[in-house]
């Protein structure tokens, strides 16, 4: 089996309605036929005054949320992988608290099946 990094990341400033408003980012990956795939990690940083929530959606509903406390950054290595099928869309959203800017690396291991 061969192994692929998948990485999915940007740099994107941030205009906050409440933890409750997500905005879809520009972030999609989708698993390719022959392949299954796991998200491995999310590593964010945020200049946002208040509290901001990553969420990670699968096929448009929620996978993981991944808070991010005011002004401050983490990594989560996911303890729990999700395999996930071919043709399975990854995509993502914030919400925040305020403004500012985020900083985001997802990591997704891709496995050839075929």
């Known amino acids: 089996m061969a192994y692929t990094t998948v990485l999915l990341q940007t740099i994107t400033e941030i205009q906050g309605e409440g933890l409750n408003s997500p905005t879809p980012l520009n972030l999609y990956y ?8 796991g998200v491995q990690y999310v590593r964010a940083g945020s200049t946002v005054g208040g509290m901001l929530n990553i969420t990670l959606l699968q096929n448009g509903k929620v996978m993981r949320y991944i808070p991010v406390a005011a002004g401050s950054a983490t990594h989560v290595p996911l303890a729990i992988v999700d395999e996930l099928q071919p043709g399975t869309e ?12 985020l900083i985001l690396d997802i990591g997704v291991l891709e496995v050839n099946t075929s």
């Open 30 to 37: 989708t698993v390719p036929q022959g392949c299954t795939a």
């Open 90 to 101: 990854v995509s993502v959203a914030v919400a925040a608290e305020g403004s500012g800017t």
